[in-house]
């Protein structure tokens, strides 16, 4: 794949366009996947599917607070509860709860929306800045219609700590590094996977360090620098006090940690909640031995068309990442796509999660975003409006006629 070369400015009118343009695109995969949920469930309970599953897990935390500890069942085996679930998310719903007076199930649809929305936006300015505005704008469609989509529109922390992530990696392209490091730092704070973003964010400064460490020994005698310190950019044409980057790096590194703490001490056990996740959701990390043998299992003998359709995207996600790393992408989205799917791919839990958990993924809708701009217009048109209307039926069918969680 070839490195489309990325644009330098926009137009007052393009700027308008890729504001306008991506939140159409979202709007209007919304409002489809809505009809497809409302036409699929049998019980017309629409509102109730896009606050099923981890949703409550959500909304509980959001209402009541953590818990003050383990919790236990009847014969006494520990099972998961809130603290599994990051802060980010319930507590901008409480906030939006406190703010508007709307229920709590209503004000964390409506997070989920307009947090989803950003991320359309932040996602085709990012892809935008990195090849051009046709990419951008396929790439976006894509990520609101790929196949679990359907939760950037339930009450589940997918959309936020996408727009955080997107909002994060533009900034630091554009050398805004502490404004990069708090949006990184509300990443780890809202996903695991905020580990990614940190790495990412950390992968950006070291370049951008290094390039402005290069600059000043290779700068001539004449033309000293006045502040007697090194400067670094991300390609924008404007200088930083290298310290910034190196401040953002720090911020967002400090995310996943600060929560991963604050279970630990409020349990009373440093490793509480990995306990948490692996009492209720099956959590471990196992370098990706059990994926290799559920995809193996799928292949040779599924037992349901849903367990074989995971075990092919899963392929199919590693041959998009490696296909986009051929492409040379951006080192920082590369390290943080590599990252996600390392994470979720090497863990070990419920299979018919991982499609959902690769959402925020990014990485691997590069290549066909850049594949599909240099297409005929009529061409990526059918291709993306194919793959449309499977992933919003696919969406709708895992959170109506599926009967496990996602």
């Not at 409480?94 to 307009?114: E, M």
């Not at 349990?267 to 559920?294: C, H, K, M, N, R």
Request: charged share 15%; with cysteine; glycine share 12%.
């Amino acid at each position: 794949m070839t490195t489309i070369t990325p644009v330098s400015e926009t137009t007052q009118r393009g700027r308008s366009s890729l504001i306008a343009f991506p939140l159409g695109l979202y709007a209007l995969t919304r409002l489809l996947q809505l009809a497809v949920l409302w036409w699929m469930s049998p019980d017309g309970k629409v509102r109730d599917r896009l606050l099923a599953w981890d949703g409550g897990h959500f909304l509980r935390v959001a209402e009541e607070g953590y818990p003050a500890g383990y919790t236990f069942d009847a014969d006494g085996r520990l099972t998961g509860n809130g603290l599994a679930f990051f802060p980010g998310y319930p507590m901008l719903v409480r906030l939006v709860h406190y703010v508007t007076r709307l229920d709590y199930g209503t004000a964390a649809i409506t997070v989920s929306w307009l947090a989803g929305a950003a991320a359309a936006v932040l996602l085709c300015a990012l892809l935008t800045r990195l090849y051009d505005e046709r990419v951008g704008l396929l790439f976006t469609a894509l990520f609101c219609l790929q196949p679990m989509s359907m939760s950037l529109s339930m009450a589940y922390s997918e959309a936020l700590f996408t727009a955080l992530v997107a909002g994060m990696l533009l900034l630091a392209h554009r050398g805004e590094w502490l404004a990069a490091g708090l949006l990184g730092l509300g990443a780890g704070l809202t996903r695991p996977t905020g580990a990614a973003a940190a790495i990412a964010l950390t992968v950006a400064a070291g370049i951008a360090v290094y390039r402005a460490r290069a600059g000043a020994n290779d700068r001539p005698e004449a033309d000293p620098d006045p502040d007697g310190e090194g400067r670094a950019g991300a390609g924008t044409g404007r200088t930083t006090p290298i310290w910034k980057p190196l401040a953002g790096a720090v911020i967002a590194l400090a995310g996943v940690p600060a929560y991963l703490l604050w279970v630990g001490l409020r349990v009373g056990e440093f490793g509480a909640w990995f306990d948490i996740q692996t009492a209720g959701w099956g959590s471990t990390f196992d370098f990706g031995s059990s994926g290799l043998q559920f995809v193996r299992d799928a292949l040779r003998g599924g037992d349901g068309w849903i367990q074989v359709s995971v075990a092919w995207m899963l392929i199919g996600t590693v041959i998009l990442a490696v296909m986009a790393l051929r492409g040379r992408v951006w080192p920082p989205l590369a390290v943080y796509g590599v990252a996600v799917l390392v994470l979720v791919l090497g863990q070990a839990g419920y299979y018919h999660s991982k499609p959902r958990l690769l959402v925020p993924a990014l990485l691997i809708l590069v290549p066909p975003a850049v594949a599909l701009a240099r297409a005929r217009p009529r061409t990526a048109a059918l291709v993306v409006a194919a793959f449309g209307a499977f992933g919003l039926w696919y969406g709708s069918y895992l959170i109506t006629v599926w009967h496990y969680a996602i």
